[in-house]
């Protein structure tokens, strides 16, 4: 009867190797959280945000490293898919490829040098100009996972955020000297809702 149940769960494929119920119900959590599907656009905000939900579906399930590979792939499609078959085989013949291992070369695949370059320069940049502090806060946080060197510290947060507010916000930030970008923030919102 368990031989049959087993052949049932792998669809009749009885020369695939049957798996201890461990890793099928790692598979199972897995999906019952619905992890999203990545396409491979070449969109570091989607990947990062793609790999940030398997991370934490991955965490909260308690799944084993030796198996987080084999599931983020089933998770693959068009472009992504296409890239894996190609790529995945060489890839998983290196001794030490490892969901890390992955992660970096999905970047170096997905998040190519040129795209890189511009959102580094955009958060080198980046004023509030018309943007309410909320936006500006918001494009702050995508952009600053793309430049951590400027940004390395909490206190170069606050510096880079408070930099480039608004003249009134960031004279009044200045004086006021916020030790966390969650309090520049907070500050700045409220000297607004008060002008």
């Not at 078959?85 to 970047?107: I, K, T």
């Not at 004023?127 to 946080?141: M, P, T």
Request: proline letters at 6%; a negative charge; aromatic letters at 12%.
């Amino acid at each position: 009867m368990q031989t049959l149940s087993e052949a049932l769960l792998h669809n009749n494929h009885p020369t695939r190797p049957l798996q201890p119920a461990g890793n099928r119900d790692v598979a199972r959590l897995v999906s019952g959280h619905r992890p999203p599907v990545f396409v491979g656009e070449e969109d570091p905000v989607i990947l990062e945000e793609w790999i940030r939900s398997l991370d934490k579906i991955f965490a909260i399930v308690d799944c084993p490293e030796d198996r987080r590979v084999e599931l983020a792939s089933f998770y693959f499609s068009h472009e992504a898919d296409l890239w894996w078959v190609h790529e995945g085989p060489a890839c998983q013949e290196e001794p030490d490829f490892d969901w890390s291992a992955l992660m970096d070369r999905m970047r170096e695949r997905f998040y190519p040098s040129h795209i890189r370059a511009a959102m580094y320069e955009e958060f080198l940049h980046l004023q509030q100009g018309s943007s309410s502090v909320v936006e500006y806060h918001k494009r702050f946080l995508e952009l600053a996972r793309f430049a951590r060197m400027l940004v390395p510290t909490e206190l170069a947060k606050v510096e880079k955020f408070v930099a480039g507010l608004n003249y009134e916000a960031w004279k009044a930030l200045t004086v006021s000297k916020p030790r966390t970008l969650k309090e520049a923030y907070m500050s700045a919102v409220d000297l607004y809702r008060v002008q």
